[in-house]
């Protein structure tokens, strides 16, 4: 009898210690673990193909969509107890992101949390109504958390995550590359089951330049408090900026969860300052060393996060950074999508520069009349 309750005992005991493994076990070895550099297949959208010209102005938006979900809760991955979107959520907050990316009428779309085929959305992939609200040609995305399975938080697990960075271009894309950025410093098993933050760019010819326009866009590490992730993956924006050729155009846009430099932390409640700790700002490496669409980082109509339950920004971690031969023509922060997403988009009206303009034929010579011959001298 004995015997057979310490069996009973050792199986009550013994499942979910073997379900735990057989649960981390699955998460290692089925782990989203990208090369270093990745090639980005292009997909094509209905939109008819727009070449982008020199001389001509063109339209950017940058935005973080916070994963479609809409902005009637607070969700787990913002420190809330939300998980999973309702069907109702989904009805409401995807037609209204369409709406917006139909009426914002980017010529370049630079988005960050995508959901693809995530379980809190429904498994809806929302690319393509991104690629035909915008009357995109072309398009290219790279997940940058894709998990089987995410068991927290306990209870009620978040499950399958494939969220993304996207580049929508109505002209037609060229070439586009994954880059993967420094990760947290975190346990291996909590690490397979975590954001893999990355930079995805892309080359768009230009009409009438000799370079392409590279565009790329991120979304840098939330919550590192700062143990030098942060650090890290600016490094690697800052190599990518420098690698570009002499004369090329480019645009880096994204959510870099950095303050701009400046902000007093003072502003935040203490929970929200404790995610900006480290020890010297990292965005200070680019600001103002390359150049942003917009110059005051401090002025509140600037900010682009809106937490839920406000209809204002209290601070700035979104930025455009532009390089080359590039005018900004004119930039805003877009603020009526603040009840869609907890990040406001970031519009720019750019200009590529033009070539420099042939010579101008020289204007004919003023003809010469022949001089008069002399009268002839009296003879002597």
């Not at 973080?64 to 902005?71: E, R, T, V």
């Not at 209870?155 to 580049?167: R, S, T, Y």
């Not at 410093?185 to 010819?205: D, M, S, V, Y």
């Not at 004369?247 to 409640?269: E, T, V």
């Amino acid at each position: 009898m004995k015997r057979r309750i310490l069996i009973v005992i050792a199986v009550i005991v013994g499942l979910p210690v073997l379900a735990v493994g057989g649960l981390a076990a699955y998460m290692l070895i089925t782990e989203h673990s990208p090369e270093p550099v990745e090639a980005v297949e292009i997909v094509a959208g209905e939109g008819s193909a727009t070449p982008l010209k020199a001389g001509e102005p063109f339209t950017v938006v940058s935005w973080n969509l916070q994963f479609g979900a809409g902005k009637t809760a607070p969700f787990f991955y913002e420190g809330g107890d939300r998980v999973h979107a309702t069907q109702a959520e989904m009805d409401v907050a995807l037609p209204a992101l369409a709406a917006a990316t139909k009426a914002m009428s980017a010529d370049v779309l630079l988005l960050q949390e995508l959901d693809r085929d995530s379980s809190r959305t429904l498994n809806i992939d929302q690319l393509p109504q991104h690629m035909q609200a915008g009357a995109y040609a072309s398009g290219a995305s790279t997940p940058y958390h894709r998990v089987g399975f995410v068991p927290m938080p306990p209870g009620n697990p978040l499950g399958q995550v494939d969220m993304h960075l996207a580049v929508l271009a109505r002209a037609p894309i060229a070439k586009a590359e994954r880059i993967q950025l420094a990760l947290l410093k975190e346990n291996p098993l909590w690490q397979a089951g975590n954001l893999k933050r990355a930079l995805l760019w892309a080359e768009i010819p230009v009409e009438g330049h000799p370079q392409p326009l590279a565009v790329a866009v991120t979304h840098l590490s939330a919550f590192s408090r700062g143990d030098g992730t942060l650090d890290a993956q600016v490094d690697a924006l800052v190599q990518w900026i420098e690698a570009r050729p002499d004369g090329q155009p480019w645009i880096l846009a994204g959510d870099f969860n950095l303050l701009p430099p400046g902000y007093d932390k003072s502003q935040l409640a203490d929970e929200k300052a404790a995610l900006y700790n480290d020890e010297k700002n990292p965005i200070e490496k680019m600001i103002p060393r390359f150049r942003t669409i917009i110059d005051d980082h401090l002025a509140p109509e600037n900010a682009t996060y809106v937490a839920v339950g406000e209809t204002r920004g209290d601070r700035k971690i979104d930025y455009v950074f532009v390089g080359g031969p590039i005018e900004v023509i004119e930039a805003d922060v877009v603020s009526e999508y603040h009840a869609i997403s907890d990040h406001l988009p970031l519009r720019a009206k750019l200009r590529i520069g033009a070539p420099p303009a042939p010579a101008e034929p020289a204007e004919p010579a003023e003809p010469v009349e022949p001089a008069e011959l002399a009268e002839p001298a009296e003879p002597q």
